[in-house]
């Protein structure tokens, strides 16, 4: 077996355990409660979740989806959010294995696709981003990204972030304050910590991540029109099309922009 494919099954093993936790985080945190404490318990019995029915997508399959008490049903998204931050992180170390250069970013990135998750959900339940969240990963990022430029030396990189942290922040909050309706603080928050992973990567998939979340969202908003589902003042939780973006730009971000650099005749 390949040290690549050693990696990727590691990455989902954690991916698993890390989706575990942020069923918790994305019930708790909106409602201001503590993340460690108690134990998981079903909400309508309140019994403790036994720690052999606690183990990720297995436990609810062998529950069959309801409590083991009560006969409470489940919700499949407790297993849909493991399994999804399972494959997240698989596919992730399988890219970042297949390129040496990025391993040291390696922690940066299942980092960033763990929030992604934790904010989309807790976005499109609550349409907020909470600050318990979105501050520290501005922090826990440049920590992260400043070891992956220590690591391969490329300190370029971590000024690219730095830069890209406050551009796309300062873009941000312009934008909320002309339009303050379509756009809140924990968007403009948000947005400094994706500047920092896509700056971290470089100017065109900075540019290329940030205006495709803008694109993605108004296709989607303008569907919603379409099929009768919203009306022009409709709140529509934008940070999970930011998140969707940023993903964009740093999988696709460098060949669409140089394909777009060539197009213009700048390249």
Not at 31 to 45: Q, V
Not at 88 to 100: K, L, M, N, W, Y
Not at 189 to 196: N, R, S, W
Request: aromatic residues 10%; proline residues 5%; hydrophobic residues 60%.
């Amino acid at each position: 077996m390949t040290a690549t494919a050693l990696l990727v099954i590691f990455a989902v093993l954690i991916g698993l355990a890390v989706g575990s936790f942020l069923n918790v985080i994305v019930w708790r945190v909106p409602r201001g409660e503590k993340i460690t404490s108690p134990p998981s318990a079903c909400p309508r019995c309140e019994h403790a979740i036994r720690a052999y029915d606690n183990v990720p997508v297995i436990g609810w399959l062998i529950l069959r989806g309801k409590c083991r008490d009560c006969g409470e049903p489940i919700s499949p998204r407790y297993p849909l959010v493991e399994a999804s931050t399972a494959i997240a992180f698989g596919i992730i170390a399988a890219v970042v294995g297949a390129e040496t250069a990025l391993l040291w970013a390696l922690p940066a990135f299942l980092y960033l696709a763990a929030i992604s998750i934790a904010l989309t959900l807790i976005d499109l339940d609550t349409q907020t981003l909470p600050n318990k969240i979105v501050l520290p990963s501005i922090i826990v990022g440049i920590i992260l990204l400043a070891v992956a430029s220590a690591g391969t030396g490329n300190w370029g990189a971590l000024l690219g972030a730095l830069v890209g942290g406050v551009a796309l922040f300062v873009f941000y909050f312009i934008v909320a304050l002309i339009s303050p309706r379509g756009m809140g603080m924990g968007d403009v928050k948000l947005a400094a910590v994706l500047g920092i992973y896509l700056g971290w990567l470089g100017w065109g998939v900075l540019a290329v991540g940030a205006f495709a979340a803008f694109l993605l969202g108004g296709l989607f908003a303008i569907l919603l029109l379409v099929i009768g589902r919203a009306r022009r003042r409709t709140a529509i939780p934008f940070g999970p099309w930011m998140i969707a973006g940023a993903w964009l730009g740093i999988a696709f971000g460098a060949q669409i922009w140089n394909g777009y650099m060539v197009a213009v005749g700048l390249s």
